[in-house]
């Protein structure tokens, strides 16, 4: 049976890998100085970043070529298992590790925003991939933080590492930003198989058997997390991925309402909803109309 170790304090985090504990809620950690440790998979309870040193290949946007050979951020939220069993194997790691607890942060404006840094939920295969300028922006914020962190702690330590932690996870979501840009064909691709996967549904009856189709739903369909799903369709199209969901269909609902031989209730409860109000006040909020009033109009 596969291990899971728990991580629930930075202290065990930094006795896992062998390093010293000098503040009680975060560590930055250069692998580099760690000879080697064994591989387990942790449940986390603390916040981790993880630069690792992988290669990914070259990648183009336009004519202008990019190189993202140069590191993989991974980003691990409290909750979350992570990691790999070496099976025994003690292995020589590669890169950095910011980690720190919740507590660090609570009461900050960091505290408050974390959830808008998405890619915390992220899965592994949806790491943020790095050039070369960005992986030394990366690296020059750890080591601001490390240094910060080596000082004795007086009443403006708490704010300088959580301000540093904020401008570290700002440059995260720009970088993340650039991905999404330089990976617009794969996008688009993702985009057609969302449409696709949207028409079969409706198509084939599974709205009015399953419900509504959810942005989960369709993540997974799309083997993707939803929250890289979500921010996926809003770089990509402007809107969120539910109001993608709903746009798509309302119009699969304007075809249905001028079928005379079916109610509103009917054209509800195929197209996934439990309660025809429910689909009314969302046709209305849509269009301006309810179904009724749509129907008459259009058939005048």
């Not at 997974?220 to 991925?241: R, V």
């Not at 079916?262 to 969302?282: C, M, P, W």
């Amino acid at each position: 049976m596969e291990q899971v170790n728990r991580i629930d304090t930075v202290g065990q985090y930094n006795a896992y890998v062998g390093v010293d504990t000098q503040h009680p809620l975060i560590s930055v950690v250069n692998f580099n100085e760690v000879p080697t440790i064994q591989h387990f998979r942790h449940y986390m309870g603390v916040y981790a970043v993880f630069l690792k040193n992988i290669k990914c290949g070259n990648m183009t946007y336009g004519c202008q070529p990019y190189d993202y050979e140069d590191g993989t951020l991974v980003f691990v939220s409290p909750g979350q298992v992570y990691g790999i069993d070496s099976n025994g194997q003690a292995m020589k790691p590669s890169g950095y590790a910011l980690v720190f607890h919740p507590d660090l942060i609570k009461g900050t404006n960091l505290g408050k925003a974390i959830k808008d840094y998405s890619f915390f939920s992220y899965d592994v295969h949806e790491a943020l991939h790095l050039s070369k300028k960005e992986r030394k922006t990366i690296e020059d914020t750890l080591r601001k933080i490390a240094e910060e962190i080596g000082q004795n702690i007086d009443k403006h330590s708490k704010t300088l590492i959580v301000s540093n932690i904020e401008v570290l996870l700002n440059y995260c979501m720009r970088f993340y930003d650039r991905q999404f840009i330089t990976r617009n064909n794969v996008n688009k691709d993702i985009l057609v198989r969302f449409e696709e996967l949207l028409n079969s549904y409706f198509a084939s009856g599974k709205a009015k058997a399953e419900g509504l189709p959810s942005v989960a739903y369709c993540a997974d369909q799309l083997h993707l997390s939803p929250n890289y799903f979500g921010d996926l369709i809003k770089k990509e199209t402007g809107n969120t991925a539910l109001d993608y969901i709903q746009t798509r269909l309302i119009d699969e609902a304007k075809g249905k309402i001028f079928d005379a031989e079916k109610s509103i209730n009917d054209v509800a409860g195929e197209l996934g909803f439990k309660y025809q109000q429910h689909f009314t006040r969302l046709f209305k909020l849509k269009t301006g109309m309810t179904p009724n009033e749509y129907r008459n109009v259009n058939q005048n």
